[in-house]
T-cell receptor, first 114, second 111 residues
């Protein structure tokens, strides 16, 4: 069974630029999560989708971050404009949803904002 | 603010010893409890989950949950150098909701 796929793996941008990350969850997983992990911290939820609807985006900085999950499969996370404090690893995870809450993580995208 | 607390470590144990990792959580309504292992530069990898009070064993790993004390632990028996990593404790409030993570405990196993 293929795992969660993410791209790119690494990205370096300057502040005020924009960036987008892509995630493809495990086949059949209805729920998709985006987490932000700052160095030395545990992952923190940014947004959760159930199929193509948003379940929780309470911690998403909506003035600069946006996310979508078209057709209930792939998802993109965008930052525009980026700030220095956005430097982190962005992790995508998926789970079966309400029937099972074990989450499986992709390899992550390491973002450096200069 | 729902919190998960872990001692950041590092926790150092010799090869073959038992490593004990601890975690406390603030929300008494937490339903599910997870331990993830994260190697440097890698993403979190699920080790175990536990839902009910008591012990759950899987190979060299044992998770222990005490809901009355709001405490969950992970024991690693016969520790190996390959177990050296950061161990993340996480909880969910309901099935299908997001994980709330602690900051992680760094374990170092010396040969």
């Amino acid at each position: 069974e293929a795992g969660v796929a993410q791209s790119p793996r690494y990205k370096i941008i300057e502040k005020r630029q924009s960036v987008a990350f892509w995630c493809n969850p495990i086949s059949g997983h209805a729920t998709l999560y985006w987490y932000q992990q700052i160095l030395g911290q545990g992952p923190k939820l940014l947004i959760q989708f159930q199929n193509n609807g948003v379940v929780d985006d309470s911690q998403l900085p909506k003035d600069r971050f946006s996310a979508e999950r078209l057709k209930g499969v792939d998802s993109t996370l965008k930052i525009q404009p980026a700030k220095l404090e956005d430097s982190a690893v962005y992790l995508c995870a998926s789970s079966l949803g309400l029937r099972g809450d074990t989450q499986y993580f992709g390899p992550g995208t390491r973002l450096t904002v200069l | 603010q729902k919190e998960v607390e872990q001692n950041s470590g590092p926790l150092s144990v010799p090869e073959g010893a038992i490593a004990s990792l601890n975690c406390t959580y603030s929300d008494r309504g937490s339903q599910s409890f997870f331990w993830y292992r994260q190697y440097s530069g890698k993403s979190p990898e699920l080790i175990m989950f536990i839902y009910s009070n008591g012990d759950k064993e899987d190979g060299r790993f044992t998770a222990q949950l005490n809901k009355a004390s709001q405490y969950v632990s992970l024991l690693i028996r016969d520790s190996q150098p390959s177990d050296s990593a950061t161990y993340l404790c996480a909880v969910t409030l309901e099935a299908g909701t997001a994980l709330i993570f602690g900051k992680g405990t760094t374990l170092s196993v010396s040969s």
